[in-house]
């Protein structure tokens, strides 16, 4: 459990019986090792199978968990007291509201309060975490694959937390041109030879995003179009949970919304599937909308969590569910392999600057074998954009997944 693991934290009592949770059971999937043979055929050049994608429906009938599964756990959690009890369409969970004292008589164990001191000065904050393995009835055990909520310690975090007004430049290599304080999306476009193709005005693309993004879009996003003489990509933001009053992120979204849409020089449409926050049990329903929909070919998401708390909170074992159908499908799923090196942060960060005194770990879903990983460049070019030479920054994340 995440209370076992190393980290400073001091124990607080149990938690409040009357505290409201909101979990997730994660469900199994019917025919994996099918599955993950699909999975490579159809993403294999020169198989018969390549590039023969499965719709969401042709996924649920041959690998998502059966009907009869979602309805033995909704039951068990109805008799437990839990409420707002629902799956989605592809069964991949069971999510409830309950209390914290449902939570312990159903999954057997108790929920403590802890303080967590975070690293490098981060100051502390209180959370709570079960403290043994989360148990369900035998009848379930073959339906079940992890429990999701019970702790409020594994948060993913945005990756940036402020955006100079120019990015300062690189330094240059000896005789080289000085680099241009700002790329615009032309530019990438000449530094990375992507003139030449057609722009991908027939291609929907989407971000997950978390908050209130009235400043991001329309604002932002029609601002930065303008600038660069780009076209107005339409756009769709799809609630996925409970409006949130949250802007700390929307430097991220600010980035996400218009460097997608400025690289591929025209979309379709870019779809923003926004959750109501970071926490797992409110980024999974994000995550698996954008798949059930099956509207969009790519996603970014520019957060990450420590990939070893993401593993004992047991959402792990959901998301790798979730994304196996999204490889099946044919889609693609970026993430941010982090701005502070490969280290598990449990409260804070600091941008661009490895954490001391914190666990050696990789973020995810950055390191999920299912995810396409992306760090952070610097970038050094001459007067007509040819690469004289990029490196990757220091604390751009990286290494090698335990799980």
């Given at each position: 459990t995440i209370a076992n693991f190393t980290m400073p934290a001091q124990s607080m009592g149990p938690l409040a019986g009357t505290a409201p949770l909101q979990i997730l059971v994660g469900l199994q999937l019917q025919n994996s090792t099918q599955l993950g043979s699909l999975i490579r055929a159809v993403n294999t050049p020169g198989t018969s199978s390549y590039d023969k994608f499965l719709t969401p429906s042709e996924f649920n009938a041959t690998y998502a968990p059966l009907?009869?599964?979602?309805?033995?756990?909704?039951?068990?959690?109805?008799?437990?007291?839990?409420?707002?009890?629902?799956?989605?369409?592809?069964?991949?969970?069971?999510?409830?509201?309950?209390?914290?004292?449902?939570?312990?008589?159903?999954?057997n164990t108790p929920i403590w309060q802890y303080q967590v001191s975070g690293p490098n000065g981060e100051p502390t904050r209180t959370v709570y975490a079960n403290t043994q393995r989360a148990e369900v009835p035998t009848y379930l055990a073959?339906?079940?694959?992890?429990?999701?909520?019970?702790?409020?310690?594994?948060?993913?975090?945005?990756?940036?937390?402020?955006?100079?007004?120019?990015?300062?430049?690189a330094v240059p290599a000896q005789g080289a041109p000085a680099n241009p304080i700002t790329f615009t999306p032309q530019d990438f476009w000449k530094v990375y030879d992507v003139g030449g193709l057609p722009p991908a005005a027939n291609t929907t693309i989407a971000i997950i995003a978390e908050g209130n993004l009235a400043g991001v879009l329309p604002n932002d996003l029609r601002q930065f179009e303008s600038e660069n003489k780009l076209p107005q990509v339409p756009y769709q933001i799809i609630q996925t949970g409970i409006a949130s009053n949250d802007t700390s992120g929307d430097v991220e979204w600010d980035m996400d919304t218009q460097e997608s849409s400025g690289m591929a020089g025209n979309l379709k449409e870019l779809l923003v599937y926004d959750a109501s926050s970071l926490s797992d049990t409110d980024l999974i329903p994000a995550f698996n909308r954008y798949i059930t929909d099956d509207q969009a070919v790519a996603a970014s998401?520019?957060?990450?969590?420590?990939?070893?708390?993401?593993?004992?909170?047991?959402?792990?074992?959901?998301?790798?569910?979730?994304?196996?159908q999204m490889a099946a499908q044919g889609q693609t799923q970026f993430a941010s392999s982090g701005d502070s090196g490969s280290a598990c942060g449990v409260v804070g960060l600091t941008n661009g600057v490895p954490l001391s005194g914190a666990p050696g770990a990789v973020e995810y879903p950055a390191s999920s074998a299912y995810v396409m990983g992306a760090g952070g460049t610097s970038l050094v070019v001459d007067s007509n954009y040819n690469v004289i030479q990029e490196t990757s920054w220091d604390a751009g994340g990286g290494g090698s997944s335990l799980w």
């Open positions: 009907s009869s599964q979602v309805q033995a756990v909704e039951s068990y959690l109805k008799q437990m007291g839990f409420t707002n009890i629902s799956a989605p369409a592809n069964n991949l969970y069971v999510t409830a509201d309950g209390t914290a004292a449902a939570a312990e008589q159903a999954f073959n339906a079940v694959v992890s429990v999701v909520g019970l702790e409020n310690i594994d948060t993913m975090h945005t990756e940036l937390g402020t955006w100079p007004a120019a990015a300062p430049s998401a520019s957060f990450g969590g420590c990939e070893t708390l993401e593993y004992l909170s047991g959402a792990m074992q959901i998301y790798d569910t979730m994304y196996s």
